[in-house]
């Protein structure tokens, strides 16, 4: 049994302290001394030329003290694409600039043209309904068949035809793949829509821009995931702030899933206009600013093929993808359709040969970017839909088509026609533990039951795999990236011996200063209570790059056992001084070091003592204090993989779809909280059925939002999902980090969508409504109606 | 929000007088009004609150049936009319959550009149007695149609008197993001007859079935609606439903309904 808060154990989570009796300290929280208050003015419209903004009416209002429009950030730089994407045909990617507040045009509804700061939060708001702006209209580009189609029509002036790349994955193997189908025995297409989905983190965006006239320094607090990402972009492309004189400061905050991962537009407004006034300045966005401008997510639409033998066999798979990426590309629009989804398109699968084409077009819709899973989610729901639907056409078994195509476990590493080397992974174990877990045999016996009340029962499966753990700096380069992925640590023992460990990660929701505290506790043999975590305040931590791609604990906890590593070493050196013993006979066990072979020992504290007191060193050769730094950049990706199995039944009278069980049986490498884990998957595949039955970003053909608040967008609520049986047990050890891990953190959102609607296809399948083939997401009580009266 | 005026009256004639002021807006539980000011699309002078006043607070038995005040949360009904108007008490321990059913009110609800809301159903259903500072209006005069009802300037609703049925039940479809009824139906079967009241569904607000109510009456079972059907024409269709969709809703919750009953 694991110690109750080393590796292994399931320690209760140190911050929940504060979250759960409201002492959490959230960007909203903090209240600067002469603070004033801005308020965004943003477009009513989705596309319009702005002739022209007239503040003076405004700006004579009480209490205001600043109106900004785009004009005032012209001469600044834009807010880049993290990722270089060229097209198949080797056009460059098209880049518009993203202004800090939109010039010349207006693209989406929700784009902010000015922002007003004032003494208080009404009078910023009195002040900027009275903003004068004279836009004139131009016709919305919502829909991206339409926005390709036309030529005359843009989004952005000079990008023909809305198109920002058409990308082929591997161009090469096109011709190859496309033979294969022309020969193969069978072909299933599916042409499919994968949602657009608000990411609506708890706790909306909020920014404060704090400069100090004395030192010229500013300091940025800010919902982020990445403070170091923020504060790079600020520095090296917008705003041109020396990375020196700009600190970011992300506190507590109340979840990410990608949207917090960007710098936004508004981060630079509040900053600028705090120089401008002397005054530190605070913006919070009100939940239907979240709608409108946060970062969305998903939004592909797909025809995707899968050739096969008639036994089942799969031969060869191909896509052709539209994604949406909004009216300007957000930091990582564009590998987020791309190398996050492209790649993993062979899925857990031995198809021998994939080929992957995605245009990324321009629209006038909030930007589109990385939502929990990040193109994973959009592949395994084309694949896991797609396999579903030829074992359909070949009368083949749901389990047995999965099980004849699975990667044997004898057969890692394996190369995948897509350009991933899965390092390790046994997904016939997951498969078994879901069966026996899931009781897939009892399935009939439950069904009649559903059927006694008038219910039609339906099982969907879902074998998945992805990449994340994000991600080695050589790859990410060779494939387009613009930043490296590497993360860092600082171990800072402490002359008492407590500890604090900076981290480039950033903890808003996963618990990080609970684990990374077991796993340094672990490591040092000493009580987690004795270790703090500092994260998200860049004038403490290294610079790292922050949390999302599942990649905390397999990257910057990496970083962190390789600090932890050094401090060992360091010890080693300072026991054997203190020993007066060769440092080659210095062993490190259970919190202290010994000299082997003998009772002669110091403990970590004693050690830790001695590194600042040093009255006797030799210091030619040993320098006092103990604390280590380390970055980690890993040598691949990592790959979790699990399967899923989803019970539904279904009202045939109504539409209506409950979620009767669900099943997850997943290898996330060696776990180091196990309920940590089981909430990430819980967390997960809630967010996952939010996504197959509820959750609808729908605009109108002008571009207005028409689920912008909670009364037309739907959340999933407890009622909404089952309880979880969620197994972890079944681990392929990553074999390239120091602690095996995976990462879990997307898991769930990715695996469970195409679980959730193969059931539904299942139930209507079985019930004989057997032209169901198959149902767009969110699966909602009228397209289920639709589709069996259709 | 923007600056306003706020009263509490004491009585009915202190929050008549306090309406007839320029500007002046009723407030009960404030569940729809207060959003609309926080989004400042609502910029009342003076709200009057009409939850300070005894006489419109409660449930008890009287002439009619059961007397609800106007004022009375939906919490309230729930728990009190449970023993004496079970559906009633189903109906409004299923509006919202918590924290609404503690503040909304059923006369804010009955004088909002929202196409999705419940309480106009059970109202309608039930025949009942809309009792307002000024006089009594029968429940198949008082609505007509979205957001509109027979209230004047300066009405406002004092009780809500509605008979008790030999039997009733309530049969609600959530619409799955506000859950408000993206359709739902009130039985309610009297000595005299069967009524049959539809929220949620229709383009004109909450409406009675007549042919369902006829063919009920002669015989109080499910089957009795087999060959019915209701015109999706004057159906709502939207994100959550078309028009086809919200017809056939209506037929087997009425269904669902009488079996409940």
Redesign the interface.
Known sequence: MPKDDGIGASTKRREDIRFLTGKGRYTADINLRDQAIAVFVRSEVAHGRINSIDTAAAAAMPGVLAIMTGADFASVGGNPAGWYVASRDGATMKEPKRPVLAHGKVRHVGDAYAVVVAETLEQA?DAA?AIEADITELPAIVNMADAVANADNRVHDEIENNVCFDWGWIEDNRAAVDAAFASAPHVTTLELVNNRLVPNAMEPRASIGDYDPGTQDYKLYTTSQNPHLTRLLIAAFVLGIPENKLTVIAPDVGGGFGSKIYHYGEEAAVLAASKALNRPVKWVAER?ESFLSDAHGRDHVTKIQLALEKDGTFLALRTETMANVGAYLSNFATVTPTFLHGTLMAGPYKTPLVYVNVKAVFTNTAPVDAYRGAGRPEATFSIERVVDMAADELEIDKVEIRRKNLIGADQFPYTTPVGLVYDIGNYQATLDKLIELGDLAGFEKRASESKARGKLRGLGLSTWIEACGIAPSALVGALGARVGLFDAATVRVNATGSISVMTGAHSHGQGHETVFAQVVAERLGIPATSIDIVHGDTSKIPFGMGSYGSRSLAVAGSAMVKAVDKIIAKGKKIAAHMLEASENDIVFEDGKFSVTGTDKAKTFGEIAFSAYVPHNYPLETLEPGLEESAFYDPANFTYPAGAYACEVEVDA????VTVASFTCADDFGNVMNPMIVEGQVHGGVGQGIGQA??E?T?YDENGQL??AS??????PRTTDVPFYTVDHSCVTACTHNPLGVKGCGEAGAIGSPPAVVNAVVDALQRGGYTHVKHIDMPV???RV??AI?G | MYNFEFVKPASIAEATAALESDGAQALSGGQTLLPTMK??LAAPDVLVSLTGIAEMQGVCLGDVGLHIGAATPHAVVAREAAAHYPALAKLAGGIGDPAVRNRGTIGGSVANNDPAACYPSAVLASGATVVTNRRRIAADDYFQGLFTTALEEGEFITQVLFPIPQKAAYVK?NQ???RFA?AAVFVAKFADGVRVAVTGASNGGVFRWAEAEAALSANFSADALAGLSVDADDMISD????A??RA??VK?LTGRAVSAA
């Open positions: 708001k309904a239907s009278e109504t539409g209506q039955l509820l609808n729908s028409l689920t909670y009364m037309d967008y739907a959340m909602s009580p009228s109606w639709s009266n | 989004q400042r479809f799955p993001a506000s993206l994100l959550h439903g078309t086809a969709y056939n809703l087997v």
